[in-house]
């Protein structure tokens, strides 16, 4: 893993050195001192003397992420997903990281559009808007119209953002595979499957295909709902690069002049939105996951239209029973339940104070005893959920952790639109078709079917296992086989003890009885042992010291 990280900074050398010296500059590059390389080490010195101490921390690292450029930014708001990793303080200030970015030049935009389709842009469109409409940090939007006649437009991707990001991409897997390795104070962050993660993401924004899917499939699941509108989609006239979708004509959530002007009901409005993303996650597990104001348009009539579904999250079975488990214990007031399902959903330290957490989640539930589902602060509630979890270092799966900041997002969101609006007020008939749908026969047979599936699958397997190790023991070839990690070091520390004990008490045992060779009354072999014990000794704790079990500085 060392040789892997090294070999991608390496490679990307130039790029290393601005992105430590910006950390640097900001004070942020404490934790690279951890790293033992001096080619990093210097860098780390060449912007030491440029901090802005005047900032609050979370504010420094949003300004850092936007210094450093496009592949930060995304990342800055993959870990805004994450306030139970980062906490909900630099969680809250990376949500305000802007993609706003220079657009290409028209002929730029022009030379991508026609490469990607063999084609001119005329034969492609009657009408092309040469200045764009707005410009992200990944793709710029232009006006169009086809042929056919139908009002369009047309995102296409900055040339060249790919070979920008790559180069970032590998140069972040390295830093976090080092600090992963190296620095304690950043183990806890899981820095190399945040990447993992980050990556993953980011290469699918690359690819358009991904976003023109999320459109098709949130149309067909909404094709009945005259509320809710997605754009139309032109896969004709879409690639990797380029996707060409429907003009929506509208107000947009972050126009709010026009939107008082407009004399329209923003309370309906909100609520449509909220029913709307309410229906996405708990009737079909997949759901738009970015609920900004500027993705929601208030169309005539009413209608809730959405943009920009590059974003989406999905939930497993599993994960959705979870969280349907998680929200009837908060509204029980079980804490004992809602523990025991934070820690089955997420991942805990080993010493993870059991009991104190039982006793902070009772408090937590006891804030919301006696209210109803409708009267529940649903966003305050889980901001303070995800509290508790930060507080005992509990990490959430990913698709769960991007819910509830998606349901956080939201009700911000719908009370822009009106500040007394109650995401719990919509979200109680989910509530109560949750519950029904928990106690249902079918839900009952279908679980029955599952567990009988289980057991047939055991009782097919099991007697050839065992028959399999009876064998084994007849012929004498049954194994056990122990897999240890990082066993090698102690055990050599235990055996180099016992042989400086074992010198040492032979050493005066030869010192005592004055054994020959002797020299000035002193045995030379007891006096010579003395010396290999205290050498030995001295090997012990030094190894002892540099293990990493010593408590590291405060």
């Known amino acids: 893993m060392k040789f892997s990280a090294l070999t991608r900074l390496e490679r990307n050398v130039h790029r290393v050195g601005e992105i430590i010296g910006v950390l640097a500059k900001y004070g942020l590059a404490d934790w690279v001192k951890g790293l033992n390389y001096q080619w990093i080490q210097e860098r780390i010195k060449s912007s030491d003397g440029q901090r802005i101490p005047e900032l609050k921390l979370e504010e420094r690292v949003r300004l850092a992420f936007t210094e450093l450029g496009t592949t930060f930014i995304k990342l800055g708001q993959l870990l805004a997903t994450r306030p139970d990793l980062v906490g909900p303080e630099l969680a809250g200030e990376l949500a305000k990281l802007q993609t706003a970015a220079p657009a290409d030049e028209f002929s730029v935009v022009r030379a991508t559009i026609e490469a990607e389709f063999g084609r001119s842009l005329d034969e492609l469109f009657a009408e092309f808007a040469p200045q764009p409409l707005?410009?992200?940090?990944?793709?710029?939007?232009?006006?169009?119209?086809?042929?056919?006649?139908?009002?369009?437009?047309?995102?296409?991707?900055?040339?060249?953002?790919?070979?920008?990001?790559?180069?970032?991409?590998?140069?972040?897997?390295?830093?976090?595979?080092?600090?992963?390795?190296?620095?304690?104070?950043?183990?806890?962050y899981q820095p190399t499957a945040v990447v993992r993660q980050f990556r993953r993401t980011l290469l699918r924004e690359l690819d358009f295909t991904f976003e023109r899917r999320n459109l098709e499939e949130f149309a067909h699941r909404f094709a009945g709902d005259e509320t809710v509108h997605f754009p139309r989609t032109y896969p004709d006239f879409s690639t990797r690069l380029v996707l060409t979708m429907e003009r929506l004509d509208g107000i947009l959530g972050t126009e709010k002049a026009a939107l008082a002007a407009s004399e329209a009901d923003l309370n309906e409005f909100a609520r449509r939105g909220a029913n709307m993303y309410l229906q996405m996650i708990f009737r079909d597990a997949f759901y738009h996951a970015d609920p900004h104001p500027g993705n929601l348009m208030l169309m005539p009539g009413g209608v809730v239209g959405v943009l920009d579904c590059g974003m989406v999250g999905r939930l497993d079975e599993e994960l959705a029973e979870g969280i349907d488990d998680m929200l009837m214990a908060v509204v029980s007031h079980n804490s004992a339940d809602l523990g025991e399902i934070l820690l089955r959903l997420g991942t805990a330290p080993p010493a993870t104070a059991r009991d104190q957490l039982r006793a902070d989640l009772t408090d937590f539930v006891s804030d919301y005893v006696g209210q109803s589902i409708q009267d529940l602060d649903l966003s305050g509630a889980l901001s303070s959920l995800l509290e508790i979890v930060r507080r005992y270092n509990i990490t959430l799966p990913p698709p769960f952790s991007l819910l509830l900041?998606?349901?956080?997002?939201?009700?911000?969101?719908?009370?822009q639109l009106n500040p007394e609006f109650s995401l719990a007020e919509v979200f109680g008939p989910f509530y109560?078709?949750?519950?029904?749908?928990?106690?249902?026969?079918?839900?009952?047979?279908?679980?029955?079917?599952?567990?009988?599936?289980?057991?047939?699958?055991?009782?097919?397997?099991?007697?050839?296992?065992v028959g399999d190790v009876l064998k084994r023991l007849r012929e004498g070839t049954f194994r056990v086989h122990l897999d240890h990690h990082h066993l090698d070091p102690v055990v050599n520390r235990l055996v180099l003890g016992v042989v400086t004990a074992a010198l040492l008490v032979s050493s005066a045992l030869l010192w005592s009885m004055k054994a020959p060779p002797v020299f000035h009354g002193v045995s030379v072999f007891g006096a010579a042992g003395y010396v290999g014990a205290v050498y030995l000794g001295w090997r012990l704790l030094r190894a002892i010291k540099h293990s990493g079990n010593i408590t590291p500085k405060k």
């Open 432 to 465: 109560t078709s949750m519950v029904r749908r928990r106690l249902s026969l079918r839900r009952v047979v279908g679980r029955l079917q599952h567990a009988y599936r289980d057991w047939e699958r055991l009782a097919e397997t099991l007697p050839r296992d």
């Open 405 to 415: 900041r998606t349901l956080v997002e939201l009700e911000g969101t719908a009370r």
């Open 134 to 188: 707005a410009s992200a940090s990944i793709a710029q939007v232009h006006l169009a119209r086809l042929h056919t006649g139908e009002e369009v437009v047309v995102k296409v991707q900055h040339a060249g953002i790919s070979a920008r990001i790559l180069p970032d991409l590998d140069i972040l897997a390295g830093l976090a595979e080092l600090g992963e390795k190296h620095v304690t104070e950043i183990r806890l």
